[in-house]
């Protein structure tokens, strides 16, 4: 066994297996493990494109310093809650634009495709806290670089498939490739040159007043002025990190207002719990949180369903490695399948359910109590595990928070049943329109 291990596809508990962080599947042996290029979202940009260093595609020793000097600001939650003031802010637009919609709809409340929404509201957030600067997307007229940016966005991610997995040859004879290209070069630009703007006014500030008058405000600033990061690791950095944290929250925020709306009942149990923390007219913090398990529950089991990344893979490259009594080589490709593991029936009963109350543990019988701690990982495991979680959780928090404070949700009739599909990321098959109902306060 030790010395011809068997392919992952065969083994009988490949189920167990993605569940089997213990023993030597721990934090050390992914110390320096890897994505597989093009497995998942993070695929190579390869020759042509920009060659900056960035979160999502070094590996090894190169990643782990980076990452290292990206955790802080962001991976603690105090740290994180530091967000909740830019993020309210955000949020006080995405209402404004999303009522003016309303308005302008025939009946009144109708929002013909949410999903469009929370990804603009989700862009215009990130960018807000990684670059410090507010780039429109909620405006009612969108800037025109910004516009040029989210196009490009668009661009690079509708040709990602084929860039991914069309072989190299094509790349010179197809369009794809060139296009995904295309839409990365805009992209990077437009970090870089949000980039320089807080380099000049750092640059300012110290020339004024010297370095103890040079305010840290921000995470841009923050990394800029901590010494552990260049101006061009954080150019290759910062793009990528945004690139992560917008269809990721504006999909998961999009999934759990279809499941409330089609479950009025849960709706209006969070409806209770929202405002008995948040009144009416109130805006939540992030101390609230603390006192709205349902909320939270809401979320996790929106992600239960609906694992942004559905399948992911790591190499673990540096030693072989002896997982469920099965000895790999070193250099062996591990893929984890999150959306079967997480809609296993042994540990999640009726698993296509939206049931939020099986996370609260007063509704749990003694059996199930001891949910096994991976039978959902939406934000991965371990050093190489989402480094926005903190921030999307929060985000994702402050907003259903105001929406159901605010709103009663129905699914429009024309919406009927949605589906996923997977587009590197799980994403609806189609347009999610909704009611949003005015509450009386
Ligand atoms: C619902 C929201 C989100 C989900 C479910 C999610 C999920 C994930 C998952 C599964 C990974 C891969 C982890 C692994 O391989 O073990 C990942 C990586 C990553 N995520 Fe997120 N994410 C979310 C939001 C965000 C946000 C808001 C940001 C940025 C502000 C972000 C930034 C990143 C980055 C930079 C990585 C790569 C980390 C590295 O390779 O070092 N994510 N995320």
């Not at 670089?145 to 084929?162: A, H, I, K, P």
């Not at 290759?236 to 992560?244: D, F, N």
């Not at 998961?252 to 719990?273: C, D, G, R, V």
């Not at 997480?342 to 749990?364: C, T, V």
Request: charged share 20%; glycine share 8%; hydrophobic share 40%.
């Amino acid at each position: 066994m030790a010395n011809r291990p068997p392919r992952l596809g065969r083994l009988p508990g490949c189920r167990e297996l993605c569940r089997t962080p213990a023993g030597n599947w721990d934090q050390a042996s992914f110390k320096f493990s890897s994505r597989v290029r093009g497995s998942a979202r993070w695929g190579s940009r390869g020759r042509g494109g920009h060659r900056q260093r960035s979160v999502g595609l070094p590996q090894g020793h190169q990643w782990y310093r980076l990452r290292q000097a990206l955790n802080q600001r962001l991976l603690k939650p105090a740290e994180a809650a530091l967000y909740t003031d830019a993020l309210n802010e955000v949020i006080e637009d995405f209402m404004t634009r999303l009522n003016q919609q309303r308005a302008e709809s025939a009946s009144g409340d109708h929002v013909p495709d949410i999903a469009h929404n929370f990804y603009f509201f989700a862009l215009e957030a990130v960018c807000y806290i990684l670059f410090e600067k507010r780039i429109g997307c909620l405006e009612r007229s969108i800037p025109q670089d910004t516009e040029t940016f989210v196009r490009s966005v668009g661009l690079m991610f509708q040709n990602s498939l084929y860039a991914t997995f069309l072989p190299k040859w094509t790349r010179s004879l197809l369009p794809f490739w060139r296009r995904y290209l295309d839409g990365w070069n805009t992209i990077f630009s437009f970090g870089k040159k949000l980039i320089d703007q807080k380099l000049e006014e750092i640059e300012a500030q110290l020339q004024t007043g010297g370095p103890e008058k040079a305010h840290i405000s921000g995470y841009l600033h923050f990394l800029l002025t901590s010494g552990q990061l260049s101006p061009r690791d954080a150019e290759g950095s910062l793009p990528e990190l945004l690139m992560a944290g917008v269809d990721t929250t504006s999909n998961t925020l999009t999934w759990a207002l279809y499941h409330l709306s089609k479950n009025p009942e849960i709706q209006a149990a969070l409806h209770e719990e929202v405002v008995g923390m948040v009144p009416a007219g109130q805006v939540p913090q992030y101390k609230d949180f603390a006192h709205m398990p349902l909320l939270k529950a809401v979320l996790k089991e929106t992600l239960r369903l609906y694992p942004v990344v559905p399948v992911n893979s790591r190499v673990i490259v540096d030693k072989e490695i002896e997982v469920g009594g099965f000895l790999f080589p070193k250099n062996t490709q591990f893929v984890f399948c999150h959306y079967v593991v997480s809609r296993d029936p042994r540990i999640f009963p009726e698993p296509d359910s939206f049931q939020p109350q099986r996370w609260l543990r007063k509704n749990q019988p003694d059996a199930l109590r001891a949910q096994h701690p991976f039978g959902s990982v939406p934000f991965g495991y371990g050093v190489r595990a989402c480094l926005g979680r903190r921030v999307a959780e929060l985000e994702m928090q402050l907003l259903l928070t105001r929406l159901i404070q605010q709103y009663e949700v129905a699914l429009a009739p024309e919406t009927g049943e949605v589906t996923s599909v997977a587009r590197i990321v799980l994403v609806p098959n189609k347009k999610v329109g909704l009611r949003f109902l005015q509450r009386q306060s």
